[in-house]
């Protein structure tokens, strides 16, 4: 389940936002001869415990005798057209997962429920900040945050030791870590970081003040071609200069926790848990022992770790639901401190709850200490439906990197970029 867990959220954080709504069922939200009601709530395939679930269920019904909670477990292929259709008919599920960049997209087609009015109720002060960006939009909140996870670097201990490194705080000490792995063994990658990983490049972007885009004027505008942009990109490409992975390529072409790592000669490299877990078992099988450890992309200083992109899912209740008092009241309690805390420890910490205190208390120096970690300078992506049209391949962000890669001039390769972007995220 952990393994699924992971994974699920690795698609989550992909998925891009569309126009909303979703599929009906029978006698949604109507209650039968007597008087009963079923509250539907989708969820996605590998996203919650069965246990977890199973109690939130019970500990909602035994205060609602009369209403049944009916899971409705969901894949994520086809989902978008899925939602879209089924928040567009009469009778919808009540309670819905959505991948955190999709929310936007649902939002402003009037498929989700306006839950401004409800945040005491659901507990929205405790909320993880990072996480709360991608719930509301225009000051309004339309889900609550349910779950996310963030990458983390990943380094092999012997490698390390060998060269005498031990895991930075900063961005200075990572490379001259790097550094010091290259002349330990030459013949070993130092990282492992191909040239379109551009939820990487996000996270330094976004430390160093700037931003992927910015609305003005009513119109959201790309921001590479700017100082920011330029830095982080530099930034980038220091490190790139460790690797000898392909500058046109993203982190998953080829996959690099299956596909490279588990070859040999990677000192490190940046992921999220799923591809951790994936790596180790990759190297069991051809018979290798992988011994990992894990530290949080470094600042620009020590007193906080570097952004992070948190990809997740959130809970939404649907607008054309005929149950949205009940759903709002499920939607509290899943969301809540007490089962959130449960959610957490039942996962492993293999996600992050939507809240601090519901943290799972992970063991040192594992996969899940580094993301919890990281995790509090974690943000997304810009929240408007249009941010899909951006990531929709050729993806200008990835395009941009691969050209300063090469050598094209920063400010040059911005410009063309906003342009698509601008010309994308509009639509």
């Given amino acids: 389940m952990k393994r699924k867990l992971i994974a699920a959220v690795g698609v989550a954080g992909m998925m891009a936002g569309v126009a909303a709504c979703g599929n009906g069922g029978d006698d949604k939200g109507s209650s039968d001869a007597n008087g009963n009601k079923t509250v539907t709530v989708w969820v996605m395939d590998g996203s919650a415990p069965k246990a977890w679930l199973d109690e939130v269920n019970k500990e909602f019904e035994a205060k609602h005798p009369n209403t049944k909670v009916k899971v409705e477990i969901q894949q994520w292929k086809g989902i978008q057209e899925k939602v879209t259709t089924a928040l567009s008919e009469n009778t919808p599920p009540d309670v819905i997962e959505l991948g955190n960049t999709q929310t936007a997209g649902y939002a402003v ?121 330029a830095s982080a990109m530099e930034f980038y490409k220091k490190l ?106 039942a996962t492993e910490g293999a996600l992050l709850p939507n809240q601090q205190a519901a943290n799972f208390s992970a063991a040192a120096g594992s996969f899940a200490e580094s993301m919890a970690k990281a995790a509090a300078n974690g943000r997304i992506t810009p929240v408007t439906a249009g941010w899909a049209n951006v990531e929709t391949e050729p993806n200008p962000i990835k395009e941009y990197m691969t050209k300063v890669l090469k050598g094209e001039d920063a400010a040059k390769a911005g410009e063309a970029a906003d342009k698509e972007i601008a010309s994308r995220i509009n639509k």
């Fill in 240 to 345: 790139q200069a460790y690797s000898t992975a392909p500058k046109d390529k993203d982190e998953a072409t080829p996959q690099q926790s299956t596909d490279i790592v588990p070859k040999g000669g990677v000192a490190s490299w940046i992921g999220l848990g799923w591809e951790a877990q994936g790596a180790l078992k990759a190297l069991k099988e051809a018979g290798k022992e992988g011994d990992f450890g894990y530290f949080p992309i470094p600042g620009k200083t020590a007193d906080k770790p570097g952004s992070v992109f948190l990809g997740g899912s959130n809970l939404a209740v649907a607008e054309r639901s005929k149950n949205k008092d009940l759903a709002k009241e499920w939607l509290a309690l899943a969301a809540g401190k007490d089962q959130m805390t449960k959610y957490a420890a």
């Fill in 109 to 229: 087609t009037g498929g989700l429920a306006d839950l401004t009015g409800d945040k005491a109720k659901l507990g929205a002060d405790a909320w993880q900040k990072g996480m709360l960006a991608s719930a509301e939009v225009d000051g309004k909140l339309y889900s609550a945050p349910w779950y996310a996870a963030n990458r983390v670097v990943v380094y092999d201990k012997k490698a390390f030791e060998k060269a005498g490194v031990t895991p930075p705080k900063t961005r200075d000490e990572w490379l001259a870590g790097l550094d010091k792995l290259k002349a330990s063994d030459p013949a070993t990658q130092p990282i492992y970081l191909p040239g379109q990983s551009w939820y990487v490049l996000a996270g330094f972007i976004w430390d160093e003040g700037g931003d992927l885009a910015v609305k003005d004027g009513g119109k959201w505008k790309g921001q590479l071609a700017t100082p920011q942009a």
